[in-house]
């Protein structure tokens, strides 16, 4: 979405979590070339919305004269992380690094996520992510403190998260380490997908976040997780449109094929990468694999021939979890997974359908009780769901998408304009 016409989007524009490695456009993705542009001022940030509620009719009114995020400066910002010293460097990647520092006036522990000017993230990615955590709120999206837009400096802080990204602790375990639970895994799995559903069902319009990838999903002390990085969110299809079409962005291995095939992206484009991180936490594997062998170096290719056959869903538990698993909970969390990554994106469950299924594997649950996966999977079922909320919030998403691009604006003319047709209204 373009956002705040002060600003004017330059350098490469594909976006970089918060901890990890670097992202790289989804391989035959055109990335077209941007205009240099000055260093603009800083960006006026539209207001949190409350939690788990949709964004309000008269927001834009309220975001003209209440700004959640804060602004730092970079002076501030410097003292916090001790001038960007190597101690305090807890991530790094394309976008640019992560420090870990400590606000001088409250004494908050946060993580500052320092661009690089000649980075992989751009103006508009920095302002989509501000704009989307600004107006977002949930307990399972990463929480944004505030922003740096001093000159040509970019800089993000955001909640400090001491357990990094789920890939620090499935994918890339240290030595002595010990490997995530069952059902500690559920639980991350659970908690992503609550946060997804937010964005989905609950965000409005709806926002497709576009990225899910075990780096971008951070853990508190709790192991509670949280959606990361939303530098390449988009807002969601409205009233009759079933996409939106856009350049082909994200990670290779957790893109849904049809969105790499045509840019044509809707919120089964994350179900579809949720599935991928769902079987990577079954399996510990990652999604792409280079170091296997041919066969197992892509985990969908891999993992699809089991599918075929439940009596093998077994195979596909982590060797490190060493059996320490109900079998009737691993044989559902597989058969979620297979069914977010269904090649026809019709066929996918919707968010809150696996949230329902997975809210039945966490410590607790009834072995014999199975997850409600063929109710809320039913193909005609889930068309009819589908239909009948679009049809019923077609005009309220419409009206909705109207204002959110009005918030994007910084011409006191269009906010009077707002205003007056708010007034009117009322």
Known sequence: MSCFSCFSSHGKKSA?????KKREPVPDAVVPKQKEATAPPQPEIPRRAPAEAPIKKDAPKEAANNIAAQTFTFRELATATKNFRQECLVGEGGFGRVYKGKLEKTNQVVAVKQLDRNGLQGNKEFLVEVLMLSLLHHQNLVNLIGYCADGDQRLLVYEYMPLGSLEDHLLDIPSGQKSLDWFTRMKIALGAAKGLEYLHDKANPPVIYRDLKSSNILLDNEFVAKLSDFGLAKLGPIGDKTHVSSRVMGTYGYCAPEYQRTGQLTVKSDVYSFGVVLLELVTGRR?????????????????????????????????????DFPVKSLNQAVAIAAMCLQDDASMRPLMSDVVSALSYLGPGQNEGTG???????????????????????AKERQRAVAEAMEWGSNSRNNQMRS????????
């Open 16 to 20: 970089k979590r918060l901890n990890s």
């Open 287 to 323: 999604a792409i694999d280079t170091t296997r062998q041919n066969e197992e170096q892509n985990l969908v290719s891999w993992a699809e021939p089991i599918f075929k056959e439940p009596s093998r869903y077994v195979e596909l538990a982590d060797p490190f979890i060493q059996g």
């Open 371 to 393: 997850s409600p996966l063929l109710a809320p999977f039913d193909d005609g079922a889930m068309g009819t769901r589908e239909n009948h909320n679009d049809e019923e919030s």
């Open 419 to 426: 205003q007056t047709a708010t007034d009117s209204s009322e």
